[in-house]
């Protein structure tokens, strides 16, 4: 499993972040599921619509899962199952069922704390992680 960590060096929300990297990999015609929490889906999904002015970022949520949809937001990994890409905008440490994690570790002392002991958990599951530092 490969683990992709971009580190944001401003004060670039974390979910806003993640909408310019599915705008990304949306045009690159992939299929990505988004772990979010309870908390957090509604606004993400809401920001997903009105991510620009002139266009917005096609999605739906799990509960109401398209097989066709380039993103599917849920907040449970039972429900996402069947994409090889994660967006993981969650604490949890993904240790099986993608070939592929992204995790944003945002410009925030608490969360970066958080960020390296999810580091460490993917070091010791022998997953291939990159390191992208973003200014």
Not at 50 to 72: G, K, M, R, V, W
Not at 88 to 116: C, H, K, M
Not at 125 to 130: E, G, P, R, S, T
Request: net charge negative; with cysteine; proline share 3%.
């Amino acid at each position: 499993m490969r683990v992709d960590f971009y580190i944001l060096n401003d004060a670039t929300p974390q979910q806003r972040f993640a909408c310019r990297l599915l705008n990304k990999i949306y045009h690159q015609s992939e299929k990505v599921s988004v772990l979010c929490t309870q908390d957090e889906i509604r606004s993400f999904d809401d920001l997903l619509w009105q991510f620009e002015d002139i266009s917005f970022i096609p999605h739906d949520l799990a509960e109401n899962h398209n097989e066709q949809s380039p993103i599917t937001l849920a907040t449970s990994l039972t429900q996402i199952s069947d994409r090889k890409l994660l967006l993981n905008l969650t604490a949890e440490t993904i240790s099986e069922g993608y070939e592929r994690v992204i995790e944003i570790v945002p410009n925030d002392e608490t969360q970066r704390q958080a960020s390296r002991q999810k580091y460490k958990q993917y070091q010791a599951i022998k997953a291939d992680i990159h390191i992208h530092q973003l200014y």
